[in-house]
Nanobody, 118 residues
Framework: QAQLVESGGGLVQPGGSLRLSCAAS????????MAWYRQAPGKEREMVAH???????NYTDSVKGRFTISRDNGQKLLYLEMNNLKPEDSAVYYC????????????WGQGTQVTVSS
């Protein structure tokens, strides 16, 4: 059974840092493009960062230069390093996987809360 489990969220002051992790099981992780999404209260879920199976990355403009997405295919782990956090980064962060050969196979984690506040 495919499962993505996020961890690493929490409360941090503006300007602080957090590192989110997403552990995958039940999927061929190296065959999946992976992404981090976030959803703030009253807003639509948005893509934050994306990394292909061959590790090409892209980011939404608001996090460029502050966030870094990475992956460890051997350990089936996805990361999001978040620096210089701002209150507007507060949201539930979700891990998403999409099989690169079968795009209909999409997997979501349950989310982890990130709150940036003084």
């Amino acid at each position: 059974q495919a499962q993505l489990v996020e961890s690493g969220g929490g409360l941090v002051q503006p300007g602080g840092s957090l590192r989110l992790s997403c552990a995958a099981s039940g999927i061929i992780f190296s065959n999946c493009h992976m992404a981090w999404y976030r959803q703030a209260p009253g807003k639509e879920r948005e893509m934050v960062a994306h990394i292909t199976s061959w590790k090409t990355t892209n980011y939404t403009d608001s996090v460029k230069g502050r966030f870094t997405i990475s992956r460890d295919n051997g350990q089936k782990l996805l990361y999001l390093e978040m620096n210089n956090l701002k209150p507007e980064d507060s949201a539930v962060y979700y891990c998403k996987g999409q099989h690169m050969l079968d795009p209909g196979k999409i997997y979501w984690g349950q989310g982890t809360q990130v709150t940036v506040s003084s």
